[in-house]
């Protein structure tokens, strides 16, 4: 099995090591000639969303991610990444991939200040940590999509189909459960 790591901007280190923990082989998606290697599957770091949108753009990689997403490949959205795969932004015009039928708030619990740590269940792994920074939220589901995991009411990962995002950084921590329920989706 072999994972692309989106490493235009953001937190795709953090996921190269929790992936190297794992065993499992990864590489970097930073320019279109990457995307013509071999991928199981993709995670989509945390980090920028609009300089990651303009920047799959500017690098010609847009097109062919959201082809491949749409065409079942299987994709992690952390953070950032849930937003350029959400197909509603609640407070931003943009949409970006557009492919998981979620409702997404950016920034929904305010700026640095607001960032925060805490434990809660996630639904087919268990207690998970989760480290939110700027973090978005999902306000609202389509048919389809799979709820696993709320904090404070709102919710914060789900799945549908090929897709899982999370709004938390399971990265920054050292637990691998959430890396390994995506591996598990790829088998």
Same mark, same amino acid.
């Given at each position: 099995?072999?994972?692309a790591?989106?490493?235009v901007q953001?937190?795709?280190?953090?996921?190269?090591?929790?992936?190297?923990?794992?065993?499992?082989?990864?590489?970097?998606?930073?320019?279109?000639?990457?995307?013509d290697?071999?991928?199981?599957g993709?995670?989509?770091?945390?980090g920028?969303?609009?300089?990651?949108?303009?920047?799959?753009?500017?690098?010609d #990689?847009?097109?062919?991610?959201?082809?491949?997403?749409?065409? !079942?490949?299987? =994709?992690?959205? @952390?953070?950032? /990444?849930? $937003?350029?795969?959400?197909?509603?932004?609640?407070?931003?015009?943009n949409?970006?991939?557009?492919?998981?039928?979620?409702?997404?708030?950016?920034?929904?619990?305010?700026?640095?200040?607001?960032?925060?740590?805490?434990?809660?269940?996630?639904?087919?792994?268990?207690?998970?940590p989760?480290?939110? #920074?700027?973090?978005?939220?999902?306000?609202?589901?389509?048919? !389809?999509?799979? =709820?696993l995991? @709320?904090?404070? /009411?709102? $919710?914060?990962?789900?799945?549908q189909?090929?897709?899982?995002?999370?709004?938390?950084?399971?990265?920054?921590?050292?637990?691998t459960?959430?890396?390994q329920?995506?591996?598990?989706?790829?088998k």
């Amino acid at each position: 099995m072999v994972i692309a790591v989106l490493a235009v901007q953001g937190s795709f280190f953090e996921h190269e090591q929790i992936l190297e923990k794992l065993g499992v082989e990864y590489f970097e998606i930073r320019r279109k000639a990457d995307l013509d290697k071999h991928f199981d599957g993709l995670i989509l770091p945390g980090g920028e969303s609009t300089t990651m949108g303009k920047l799959l753009k500017e690098l010609d #990689i847009f097109d062919t991610l959201q082809k491949k997403i749409a065409d !079942g490949l299987p =994709v992690y959205g @952390t953070c950032a /990444g849930m $937003i350029l795969l959400a197909n509603n932004l609640s407070n931003d015009k943009n949409v970006y991939f557009g492919t998981m039928d979620i409702t997404v708030k950016r920034n929904a619990y305010g700026r640095q200040l607001g960032s925060f740590e805490t434990v809660s269940d996630v639904k087919g792994i268990g207690e998970v940590p989760m480290v939110f #920074i700027r973090a978005p939220y999902i306000e609202s589901v389509g048919e !389809g999509v799979d =709820v696993l995991a @709320t904090v404070n /009411g709102n $919710i914060v990962a789900a799945r549908q189909d090929n897709q899982l995002a999370t709004s938390f950084h399971p990265e920054l921590t050292d637990d691998t459960s959430v890396h390994q329920y995506f591996l598990d989706m790829i088998k």
